[in-house]
């Protein structure tokens, strides 16, 4: 149950955040787009390579506060 009230907070403070859904910075904008196609998938690569690490450590902190949390109960 409170897993659920948790995980639902968490969706509405992300659905609420209106501008993480468009960063539209002119400079940023108008580079992205003079890059052509290869410069394009070299974007798409450097972004998942500087999310994938974040990614991995944010879930291993969930997941130790997870294990934590039911070992406390248990």
Known sequence: ???KFMLAALVAFLA???A???QGCALCYSSASAL???GERS???GIVTLLVPALVLFLCVVFMLY???IAATA
């Open 1 to 3: 149950m409170k897993l």
């Open 67 to 69: 294990r934590r949390a």
């Open 20 to 22: 993480a859904f468009a």
């Open 36 to 38: 052509g196609a290869s």
């Open 43 to 45: 974007l798409d690569i």
């Open 16 to 18: 609420s955040a209106q």
